[in-house]
T-cell receptor
Framework: GAGVSQTPSNKVTEKGKYVELRCDPISGHTALYWYRQSLGQGPEFLIYFQGTGAADDSGLPNDRFFAVRPEGSVSTLKIQRTERGDSAVYLC?????????????FGPGTRLTVL | GENVEQHPSTLSVQEGDSAVIKCTYSDSASNYFPWYKQELGKRPQLIIDIRSNVGEKKDQRIAVTLNKTAKHFSLHITETQPEDSAVYFCAASSNTNAGKSTFGDGTTLTVKP
């Protein structure tokens, strides 16, 4: 299909609530990445998947953040007990294979606002 | 871990002039350096990349140079046009961090007609 898609495009929630952000990668792409982009900054790595497994979750800021990719395609980023500091644009990217020489294609992002 | 610094944070040029954006990195294991263009409200898009086994790569009006010894790389845009106005990000990654790209904080380029 088209490119990487993410839903919702915007999410406003209240402090303390739980949110789920969804990413649909390009069909056939085995690697999927989550980044967080705050205003005026570059994307900050959170986690990446190779297939169904999280190959590197070293960027997740704390245990309130969790991500899954149960069937090796769609991924969901889950944030518990949201805090105002979680407000950012959450970007998803996918690539055919993992590895630095495989172009990452980004989705449009989900703008999360925690009130 | 890797640290990427990018300069300048903002850059304003006259249409037709050249623009240069510079990045430094800290991890000598980094071997892949992509550059992304992000227009306002849009997703980052890869515009050019360079691998550590080459020193320069060119694609029409854009070029990237890499100095592995000094751990810095630069983006050069010649004959700038108003549609080049955007935020540009450099990034670095390595085989040891297979998928993990570390980004600079971006340069907002404005090309004045």
């Amino acid at each position: 299909g088209a490119g990487v898609s993410q839903t919702p495009s915007n999410k406003v929630t209240e402090k303390g609530k739980y949110v789920e952000l969804r990413c649909d990668p390009i069909s056939g792409h085995t690697a999927l990445y989550w980044y967080r982009q705050s205003l005026g900054q570059g994307p900050e790595f959170l986690i990446y998947f190779q297939g169904t497994g999280a190959a590197d979750d070293s960027g997740l800021p704390n245990d309130r953040f969790f991500a899954v990719r149960p069937e090796g395609s769609v991924s969901t980023l889950k944030i518990q007990r949201t805090e105002r500091g979680d407000s950012a644009v959450y970007l998803c990217a996918s690539s055919l294979l993992a590895g630095p020489e495989n172009e990452q294609f980004f989705g449009p992002g989900t703008r999360l606002t925690v009130l | 871990g890797e640290n990427v610094e990018q300069h300048p944070s903002t850059l304003s040029v006259q249409e037709g002039d050249s623009a240069v954006i510079k990045c430094t990195y800290s991890d000598s294991a980094s071997n892949y350096f992509p550059w992304y263009k992000q227009e306002l409200g849009k997703r980052p898009q890869l515009i050019i990349d360079i691998r550590s086994n080459v020193g320069e790569k060119k694609d029409q009006r854009i070029a990237v140079t890499l100095n592995k010894t000094a751990k810095h790389f630069s983006l050069h845009i010649t004959e700038t046009q108003p549609e080049d106005s955007a935020v540009y990000f450099c990034a670095a990654s390595s085989n040891t961090n297979a998928g993990k790209s570390t980004f600079g904080d971006g340069t907002t380029l404005t090309v004045k007609p």
